[in-house]
């Protein structure tokens, strides 16, 4: 069975700090890890994903993330906040080749002027 | 053009009604899903389809009832509505490529039931 964790359901940052969002996850088989965000009153968008290969993957808007199978973690990462990065961040993790993806219990991220 | 698409956009009901959602997806995936999203922000999957076969069927009540009438659409029907199934449903479509199912998602339904 798989299943992600997202520490901290709230996270608040400065506009030009670092953003830092947490997730690590439970799987049986080599994962395919995701992120994605959802803006006020809008569905999810993937922002990046991890299946195979380089264990640093760069998305949308100046978000990546690492994939540390040792740590079992996909943490998000973005250098400096802009206003517009506030949202619901939400975590996955599916099989390869699962049709289905298990959502971690997403983490808000506050950014602040 | 919008990739996945749901009507109605805002649902409000009394308990004891029916009601139906609609969902299209212009993608051309071959494999849709419903998933509800309660107000905690928590993402539960209740279903999806893969070309019109139901592959998923979560711990959901039977009063929910899914329908894909071709691969573009997939509705899902409510009887009997209850206070708790006051959330926001959502609507994803995805295709298969090396393995990974991507998932697109439409802009979700706010079903309040009063």
């Known amino acids: 069975a798989q299943s992600v964790t997202q520490l901290g359901s709230h996270v608040s940052v400065s506009e030009g700090a670092l953003v830092l969002l947490r997730c690590n996850y439970s799987s049986s088989v080599p994962p395919y890890l995701f992120w994605y965000v959802q803006y006020p009153n809008q569905g999810l968008q993937l922002l990046l994903k991890y299946t195979t290969g380089a264990t640093l993957v760069k998305g949308i808007n100046g978000f990546e993330a690492e994939f540390k199978k040792s740590e079992t973690s996909f943490h998000l990462t973005k250098p400096s906040a802009h206003m517009s990065d506030a949202a619901e961040y939400f975590c996955a993790v599916s099989e390869p080749g699962g049709f289905k993806t298990i959502f971690g219990a997403g983490t808000r991220l506050f950014v602040k002027a | 053009d919008t990739a996945v698409s749901q009507t109605p956009k805002y649902l409000v009901t009394q308990m004891g009604n029916d009601k139906s959602i609609k969902c299209e997806q212009n993608?051309?995936?071959?494999?849709m899903y419903w998933y509800k999203q309660d107000s905690k922000k928590f993402l539960k999957i209740m279903f999806s389809y893969n070309n019109k076969e139901l592959i998923i069927n979560e711990t959901v009540p039977n009063r929910f009832s899914p329908k894909s009438p071709d691969k573009a659409h997939l509705n899902l029907h409510i009887n009997s509505l209850e206070l708790g199934d006051s959330a926001v449903y959502f609507c994803?479509?995805?295709?298969?490529?090396?393995?990974?199912?991507?998932?697109?998602f439409g802009p979700g339904t706010r079903l309040t039931v009063t």
């Open positions: 994803a479509s995805s295709q298969e490529r090396g393995g990974v199912y991507e998932q697109y």
């Open positions: 993608l051309g995936h071959d494999t």
